[in-house]
């Protein structure tokens, strides 16, 4: 008979509970000769008051979390089953002759979903800043190698990150070299670069890749100059985009000349699942020191962060702006590829401001991570509580409870954000949907995609480049305080507001088409638009076709030519509310519309400008609102599940108009009832326009 036991005939490890609330346990994981011997570790009780800088902190992505394809951890004679990924990443890192004391969730907190399990994790979640911030160092682990590009791979990062600053300042202008907090010479003194310098690399890369990369409807980052000032503008001294590039090409390592590096550094490891995770903004944030894994190689974080600043930089020379993108810029980048994956990670990545302080804003966290994923939508809360400052992560509204029911979770967080001046989650609301019982205007953070109107809108309520005010909030002089009433005993939030006539027919969604030009998909829009507009029996003429543009593009040239005084010839001059691409297009739409006297054809130099239009009204749709007296018919930009008989409100500090859907009140309550649909944007409405007409302002309820 073997003397082996079946991995089966094992008992399950059971957690003693701590025995102190400050304690944590720590991992002894114990070495192996062999690659492939079993996994076997001891789990200790340590007060973290005496831990300080005596393990290492891991930070992985779980990956798929079945029970069924868990696997075995041996302590003290029975098994914990563990994620496979931690389950690779301890072989990875277990000493062939000493044991290695270390922290990881997956082992260290108790995984049970019984009461008692429940109620530590919550605990062990709430001390996550003091976990991470002890450790010695935080360990990343990547995933497995490249294959057979992975030793040119790692030669090449470390090239990248070994070239000075000097060599990229002779070729490239200042403004696209990323800084850092140490000084450039420190390495070469024999001093290893800090996480500052990581934290600040990383974030310099976020802003500047959000400038380049950030959808064409975020208005501030657009220039008005053609596409030969902007070459020559940005890049100094007249030198066109091609010939940086090619200085950029002599100065890099040979192996930069093969596009695949570009290709590898950011898809092949940036896009990995580890970037996509919540959790890694505050494990990596925290870290006194990082090391990344990539397969078995190890890379110290701030060789990796300086790697990215110089690819950054050779690339955003080469992507002067959205207009002025040369073949030769594309041969050596790979903006075509995937970016998004790229500047989410990277905005995220470390969430440090210019002098290197955490940040200690959670609705600001929240609205900046809001992209990122999380097994428990619970976390897009919890996994956040650590990168804020002392007196917000111990707020009485902001303990961790993973027993509490997750809707009475949701309606506690957003009263919280609401009564903390965070507007933005009434843009990022259930809705009314949802089927889930929560006020519709509880915040949905669960959600990982939110559309470009509703992303306009920033944490404290102002809006990307003060683009709207309809209700004459923050972004505005006036201030007009955005002042909700809240209850305990309530599940109603009270708010003041102008209600706007009622829609009375609403359009099918203007829905994203993914082949052709932009060009044609405001064709196809305008085509469509026209003939709803005939069906409704509207007059069509140059005012229509005025509010039409102005609706679907939310204004967005008006906001450039007459907010900003800028001109341009590539758009209308003046404050016209045409814009230069939708008369563009309406121009070939010839049928019904003789009699309308077009602008000249006009250059259309960039697609940009297009996606401008589009990036607002993409699956939303049209509405035209029931005349009132002293108002003409109003045209909305609305979700697409508005239906007539819905109300636009414009709500005092809001910077965009609410939808509403009509409720029943309940007995004794008096004030008009809604439900929260969405938001929409209300041609002529948008600049507190609504507070000079006849429409009384009035506290609403939202159920």
Known sequence: MSAFRSRDHYELYHYTRLSQPNNIRLVRLLPAAIDNDELRVELLEQSLSTADGVYTALSYACGDTSLAIRRPVFCDGRIIKIYPTLHSFLLKIRHQSDATLIWCDGLCIDQGLDAESLKERSHQVQMMFEIYTTAQKVMVDLGDDLG????????????????????????????????????????????????????????????????????????????????????????????????????????????????????????????????????????????????????????????????????????????????????????????????????????????MNTSGQLSSGLSLLVEQTGSLASADPRDKIYGLLGLCHADERNHPSLYVDYTEPFEDMRLRITRYFLSNGAPFVLYRSVGCGSEAPSPSWTFNFGATEVDTLDDSIFADGTCSGELFSAGYSPCEATQRAFSPLLSDDSPLLTLSAILLPTICTVSSPLAFITHGSDRSVIQKWTSHLLGWAAEQGILIGVDFFAALASTVSADTFDYLGEKHRLSSDAMLPGSGALTASFWDAIKYIKDGVSRIDFPPDLDMRSSAIFTSLVGFATDRAVAIATPTEGLEPLLYLVPECTEPGDVVAVFVGLPTPLVLRPAEPEAGQEGPVFRLVGSAYAHGMMDGQVFSTSLPEQLIHLR
Request: proline share 3%; with cysteine; aromatic share 8%.
């Open 148 to 351: 057979d590009r992975h030793d040119d791979f790692i030669r090449s990062l470390y090239e990248l990150a070994a070239v000075p600053r000097q060599r990229l300042g002779a070729v490239v202008p200042e403004k696209y070299i990323l800084e850092c907090y140490e000084d450039e010479d420190d390495e070469e003194d024999g001093h290893e670069e800090g996480d500052q310098e990581e934290g600040n690399v990383l974030d310099q890369v976020a802003r500047k890749a959000n400038g380049a990369w950030k959808p064409a409807s975020c208005l501030s980052q657009h220039s008005t100059l053609t596409s030969s000032e902007q070459s020559s503008r940005s890049l100094g001294e007249g030198r066109s985009v091609e010939a940086v590039v090619e200085a950029l090409i002599r100065i890099l390592p040979d192996c930069v000349r093969q596009k695949w590096l570009w290709t590898s550094l950011f898809d092949d490891l940036l896009a990995r699942p580890y970037f996509r995770r919540l959790w890694v903004v505050q494990e990596h944030a925290l870290g006194r020191e990082i090391v990344f894994m990539i397969g078995r190689s190890r890379v110290h974080g701030s060789k990796l962060a300086r790697a990215i600043s110089r690819s950054f930089t050779a690339l955003m020379s080469c992507i002067t702006t959205t207009n002025a993108i040369s073949e030769a810029a594309r041969a050596v980048s790979w903006r075509d590829s995937k970016p998004t994956p790229v500047t989410f990670t990277l905005r995220h990545y470390k969430v």
